[in-house]
């Protein structure tokens, strides 16, 4: 069976449809099960956590960032090597986040970053890009389709098996529901292209129509792809109950990214609990990264080893 998504206006919409998403309904209206859907990962065997730091939480000492090179204070600027040598010298896996890469990079570039790191002995956890899929179709939409596409061939020069991709938010010419359609019919492109070259689409809890569990979930479904999951941020649920949601999407999770601090709603910004996170991914029985995304105000350079032993300890 081809992988290719339809492609012809006429052809999306019968593809939108055979997933309960005419265009005269909606994905969580009728709070229907989408047909087809996938099941939550089923693994063997025991959960196992695997450390990994992202390039994200140094993202100020970068030289490059989103295509443009950026003003380092206080230290000399990394390259993406430099990053690779600091998780090295942890012990950590590397999640090499797409940000922090040289404007319009160049293969032999990518060889000699997958080269070292082999050298230095760290693996690839994945990469992360900034994404939107929720665009009405047109130009836009293609450009980050194409995005999308360059990654994943970057992602399988490097030997990432991995990529972290946003939803995105509606745009304000259409509802949320028409987003989330949106979302689950772009989704559904990339995921073909991915998996003809064995590469793990994680949709991240990051805001916009996925600031809720339950959207997520019933995107992650809707899509119908064995290398399509949840890159778990522990951080990134803003609800009432954050860790109940958290452990609502483990099942579905291919990556998972810890953060240091909670943000429940109503409620004053807590530290994030390292055990009850660890509990909730070993009762999905998940097996994968944990990977630490620092973001809290301290120096990352004194922070990072720090929540890398609490991690090291609480996965023990």
């Known amino acids: 069976m081809s992988t290719q998504p339809p492609t012809s206006p006429a052809s999306r919409r019968g593809f939108l449809s055979t997933l309960g998403l005419g265009l005269g309904g ?12 996938i099941e939550p990962i089923k693994r063997t065997g025991k959960p196992r956590l695997q450390l990994g ?24 600027a990394w390259e993406m090597h430099d990053f690779v040598d600091y998780c090295a010298d942890l012990g950590v896996g590397a999640e090499i986040t797409s940000y922090f890469f040289p404007k319009d990079v160049e293969q032999d570039w990518l060889l000699d970053l ?43 020069l490097l030997g990432a098996p991995h990529i972290r991709v946003f939803a995105g938010a509606p745009d304000k010419s259409i509802t949320q529901e028409q987003a989330i359609k949106n979302c689950i019919e772009t989704l559904s492109q990339v995921a073909g292209f991915a998996a ?3 590469i793990f689409l994680g949709l991240e809890n990051h805001g916009g129509i996925v600031a809720e ?29 954050p860790y109940g949601d958290l452990a609502k999407i483990a ?23 390292i ?10 029985g998940y097996q994968g990264w944990f990977t630490l995304e620092y973001e809290a105000k301290e120096d990352p350079f004194a922070a990072v080893p720090q929540w890398i032993e609490k991690m090291r300890a609480a996965i023990a």
């Open 26 to 37: 909606g994905l969580l209206a009728t709070g229907a099960t989408p047909a087809p859907a």
């Open 196 to 198: 003809e070259r064995g």
């Open 114 to 156: 997958k080269r070292h790191a082999y050298l230095r002995g760290v693996p690839f956890t994945g990469t992360a890009i900034g994404n939107s899929f929720t665009l009405p179709q047109g130009e836009k939409l293609d450009e980050q389709v194409a995005y999308t596409n360059l990654w994943i061939e970057h992602a399988l």
């Open 275 to 284: 055990a009850r996170i660890v509990g909730i991914l070993r009762d999905a």
């Open 53 to 76: 730091l992202a390039a994200y939480s140094f993202r100020q000492y970068f030289h490059w960032m989103r295509d443009k090179e950026q003003k380092v204070e206080g230290r000399e």
């Open 213 to 241: 569990a339950d959207p997520l979930i019933e995107i992650v479904r809707a899509v119908d792809s064995p290398w399509v999951g949840i890159n778990l941020d522990s951080g990134n649920f803003h609800t009432a109950d």
């Open 251 to 273: 099942p579905y999770a291919v990556n998972v990214q810890l953060k240091c601090e909670m943000n429940p709603k109503g409620k004053p910004t807590e530290p994030m609990d």
